[in-house]
């Protein structure tokens, strides 16, 4: 698949829809006047050669809303150029004279520049990682095993109830770990232990299936669902409109605390407003003190809460979201706040 890019697009492109930020993007320190793409690169690391907060870059492509959507337009051996005056970035080429040159590139998508390491999410962006009721209604359910084996493994066979018939290849997961609000208590969704997958053999009641891979041993009662399409991740990076009241609700693989370029659970989801390529600000629960005077009367004061951190959301459930950690000065903990940068 090819797409055709116009690198005039980002020039004539309107204004974000959201509040307007009380003063314009600060250029970095010793920012270059232009970098030229390499493979490896990525929309967050570009744009933190040129500016100080690498999250605001859609304001300085000026990109409207459905571009930060849709921002497959950065590919290797095209040349980023910094005009400080705004600032403002812009795509082009140098010719023999040094001025530069609108052109119109034919790419593969596969190449495009993405948006933070894909190396560090792909894992989480085709796994069901949090399921809710809806979402278990319209699941398939192991009811037996060959030869009524406990569990089973890859090139196994496995049968299933409420499979659809218009669909293949299904993923094999075990809901387990309630997700909850630190401070609540509320249940906010479930995450899901996944398995594996399966593909469908032979239609029927129950169906059919041949386990396709397993990270781990399947058996009865575990659920299966429709197995998502991968996709290229590019979403611009870009601030919420409405500010954000959430917090850190879980680590990946179940630690108290950790740091950059690991991701995190948020108790926010697509009912407070969060999509995907959104940035939220990390503030650190520094809780609360008991002062003591000298005649013996007690004060609890809470302290201020301080930020430390960025991340960025790449997967997004109702009432839970997922985000990478981009930068932190110092550990990332279950509890901490998460708001509008």
Known sequence: ??????????????????????????????????????????????????????????????????????????????????????????????????????????????????????????????????????????????????????????????????????????QVLRPAKPLTDPVTKEVLGYEAAFLGSARVTEQGTPATLEIISAVEEIGTGDRLVVSDKPEIFSYMPHAPQNEVAGRLIGIYRGVAETGRNHVVTLGVGAREGIERGHVLALHRNRGSVVYKDDDGNKETYDLPEKRYGLVFVFRVFDRVSYALVMETDGQVAVGDSVRRP
């Open 1 to 170: 698949m090819t797409r055709i890019i116009f690198p005039l697009l980002f020039s004539v492109a309107t204004l974000l829809g959201a509040p307007a930020l009380a003063a314009p993007a600060a250029i970095a320190d010793n920012a270059p006047d232009s970098h030229t793409v390499v493979r490896g690169d990525t929309l967050w690391g570009i744009s933190g050669k040129f500016l100080k907060e690498p999250w605001r870059w859609p304001e300085v492509w000026r990109l409207n809303r459905d571009q930060i959507r849709n921002p497959h337009l950065i590919y290797p051996g095209q040349i980023i150029v910094l005009d400080r005056s705004g600032p403002y970035l812009s795509i082009g080429r140098r010719v023999g004279d040094q001025r530069l040159q609108p052109q119109v590139y034919h790419e593969d998508l596969k190449d495009a520049v993405t948006s933070i390491p894909m190396q560090d999410i792909e894992p989480f962006l085709t796994k069901p990682l949090v399921v809710d009721e809806a979402r278990l209604a319209d699941a398939g359910t192991v009811v037996a095993t060959e030869t009524s084996r406990v569990f089973m493994g890859p090139g196994d066979t496995i049968f299933a109830k409420n499979v659809k018939d218009d669909q293949k290849v299904w």
